[in-house]
Antibody
């Protein structure tokens, strides 16, 4: 069974940094592109970043460009999101998701990790 | 950037009724790049439909999708109690991924 498990969330002060991780299993990680999607409390889904299988293509939403960095370690079957210069509006549940190249959609999602930016 | 608009914002229906959810794009979207997700409270989103009209694995056939260009529709033929949730459309294009604001289907 495909699994994605996020970790690394927590409470951080404005201007601070946090690194999220997503551990994956039961699929060939280095064959798939991956993404991060977030959801602020009571709000809808917002895509924030995407990385190709070989880390050649990196895409970011304008809301996080220049502050967040997506990366992956194919040897560890893991995805990461380095978040710097955090703002109150970055408070959200952060989901990692697998991008299926055949169906052009996020076909599997983790359960999410909560990031709270507050003083 | 393509903007997705979903309507209605909330749909109040009874079990057994038909639900029709709309997703409209600000520019033409390839049908192959349009997906629908279901999200229940406290849960991660779940893929429902891809390619505008193909059901994901394990999705019952009361769910169907249609549309092309800028107008797409998700239809639930007869609502079951477990279908009351929020539904999001999503598109991919030009290195950007966009979600619609969602339609909440709640019990009347």
């Amino acid at each position: 069974e495909v699994q994605l498990v996020e970790s690394g969330g927590g409470l951080v002060q404005p201007g601070g940094s946090l690194r999220l991780s997503c551990a994956t299993s039961a699929f060939i990680f280095n064959n798939y592109n991956m993404g991060w999607v977030r959801q602020a409390p009571g709000k809808g889904l917002e895509w924030i970043s995407y990385i190709s299988s070989g880390s050649v293509a990196l895409f970011y939403a304008d809301s996080v460009k220049g502050r967040f960095t997506i990366s992956r370690d194919n040897a560890k079957n893991s995805l990461y999101l380095q978040m710097n210069s955090l703002r109150a509006e970055d408070t959200a549940v952060y989901y990692c998701a697998r991008w299926d190249p055949g169906s052009h959609c996020f076909d599997f999602w983790g359960q999410g990790t909560l990031v709270t930016v507050a003083s | 950037e393509i903007v997705l608009t979903q309507s209605p914002g909330t749909l109040s229906l009874s079990p057994g009724e038909r639900a029709t959810l709309s997703c409209r794009a600000s520019q033409s979207v390839s049908s192959s790049d349009l997906a629908w997700y279901q999200q229940k409270p406290g849960q991660a989103p779940r893929l429902l439909m891809f390619g505008a009209s193909s059901r994901a694995a394990g999705i019952p056939d009361r769910f169907s999708g249609s549309g092309s260009g800028t107008d797409f529709t998700l239809t639930i033929s007869r609502l079951e109690p477990e279908d009351f949730a929020v539904y999001y459309c999503q598109q991919y294009g030009s290195s950007q991924f966009t979600f619609g604001p969602g339609t909440k289907v709640d019990i009347k």
